[in-house]
């Protein structure tokens, strides 16, 4: 707990506003709960008509507060990286056509992959819904995981049938 209180302290100390949680309705929820399970966002209203209101960092009465829906600590989840997810590994298949690779997902990638895609020289093809870079060897990111290549199929001999005797 005293590595969190010095990273909490750091953080305060360079961003005086830094949001631990919120307040809605009748409940503490950290950033990614309060978006994913109630469905709310800062700066709106909750169900019963009162504002979101965000729990800063650096008012000591809120420090010991613990999220409702996942019951982790706000004050942990701040120092362990301001309540942000971990990126998640996102599998894609590796396509060359001609002179350009493509990269299929099976699902829409996380904002951490698709920003790494991006800063690579990838670009979204709505049309083909794949993404394209026109590199000779592309850079794939880091969160992105390629499975690996099927084995080659071997040939095998010819079928040879004799005819029977009668």
Same mark, same amino acid.
């Given at each position: ?9 750091? !953080?305060?100390?360079? +961003? ?5 949680? #919120?307040?809605? @309705? ?29 729990? #800063? ?26 309540? &942000? ?25 996380? !904002?951490? !992959?698709?920003?790494?895609? +991006? ?15 026109? @590199? ?16 080659? &199929?071997?040939? +095998?001999?010819? !079928?040879?049938?004799? &005819?029977? @005797?009668?």
């Amino acid at each position: 707990m005293a590595l969190a209180d010095e990273v909490v302290a750091q !953080i305060v100390s360079r +961003k005086p506003f830094a949001v631990l949680g #919120y307040s809605a @309705e009748d409940a503490v929820w950290c950033p990614r709960c309060l978006r994913s399970a109630a469905g709310l966002s800062p700066g709106r209203v909750d169900t019963a008509g009162r504002p979101v209101v965000p729990l #800063y960092a650096r008012d000591a009465s809120v420090r010991e507060e613990v999220c409702d829906n996942c019951e982790r600590s706000l004050h942990e989840l701040l120092a362990a990286g301001r309540g &942000a997810p971990t990126p998640q590994a996102a599998t894609a298949h590796l396509r060359v056509h001609g002179k350009s690779s493509a990269l299929d997902f099976d699902r829409v990638p996380p !904002i951490e !992959i698709r920003t790494a895609l +991006k800063s690579t020289g990838w670009r979204w093809d709505p049309r083909l819904r794949v993404w394209w870079s026109c @590199e000779e060897v592309p850079r794939v990111p880091a969160g992105v995981v390629l499975p690996a290549a099927a084995p080659a &199929a071997t040939p +095998k001999g010819p !079928i040879v049938r004799r &005819a029977r @005797e009668q």
